[in-house]
């Protein structure tokens, strides 16, 4: 049975408007890229596949790089990646909660044996280990499942009632209290009555702020990338 993380789940166009980031930039860090005379090996994928879909594991993945495009070159986590997959045999680290919580000293002690900067993963504050700010941002967006450390779901936009993707709800739509943001918005770009939209919804307690939440989200966040 293929595992949660290795489902494949979007289309890289799809996972980098999620995201809001271009898809070649995604495709960089899936496939690698060739800038000039100088080839720089995919930072996600041990090889480059050719393969467009992106896994849910891939997505997550991508979310935790996100955080550091403009800070610190993307290329020093490779190396980091590839000893946390050894260690914590995973071939998707950054998708799971453990170099996290329980492997923080692990973490910590690799970033310093491969010269590593502290702000990509892991700093020392007030005497104990901390996450970087970046890694903080990430976390503040993932919901691990309890029972296997895996990435369950991700916030895609946060407010009130945030939106979020899961590969087990909706095929990984985003959604607002389980409801697709896109079905939301439709109805109310139609000219449905708000009133009307939340009796539809009432079992899942949709309020207007989540339809507002749903159009913003569906025609101002995903355009803005």
């Known amino acids: 049975m293929i595992s949660l993380l290795a489902r494949p789940t979007y289309s890289l166009s ?7 980031i271009t898809p070649s930039k995604l495709r960089w860090w899936l496939e690698g ?7 720089y090996p995919p930072v996600l994928r041990s090889e ?9 594991g891939e997505f997550i993945e991508a979310a935790y790089l996100r955080e550091y495009r ?3 070159p993307l290329q020093r986590l ?4 590839e000893v946390l997959s050894r260690e914590f045999d995973t071939p998707f ?5 453990r170099p996290l919580i329980a492997g923080r000293e692990l973490v910590s002690d690799m970033q310093a044996s491969l010269g590593i900067p502290e ?14 700010e970046a890694a903080q941002t990430f976390c503040s967006r993932v919901e691990f499942d309890p029972a296997t450390d895996e990435a369950m779901r991700y916030v895609v936009m946060e407010a009130a009632e945030p939106v979020y993707v899961n590969p087990r709800l909706s095929f990984g739509i985003p959604t607002v209290r389980g409801i697709r943001t896109e079905v939301i918005a439709e109805l109310s770009l139609a000219g449905e009555p708000r009133s009307a939209i939340i009796d539809i ?6 309020t207007g702020q989540d339809i507002d939440t749903a159009v913003d989200f569906e025609t101002q966040f995903l355009r803005a990338a």
């Open 14 to 20: 799809e996972a980098a408007r999620l995201l809001r």
């Open 33 to 39: 890229a060739v800038r000039g005379e100088k080839r």
């Open 48 to 56: 480059p596949t050719g393969n467009s879909q992106v896994s849910w």
């Open 70 to 72: 403009a800070h610190l």
């Open 78 to 81: 490779r190396p980091l990646r």
């Open 93 to 97: 680290p950054f998708a799971t909660s």
């Open 119 to 132: 702000e990509l993963w892991m700093v020392v504050g007030s005497g104990q280990l901390m996450l970087s």
């Open 201 to 206: 919804y009432r079992a899942y307690g949709v």
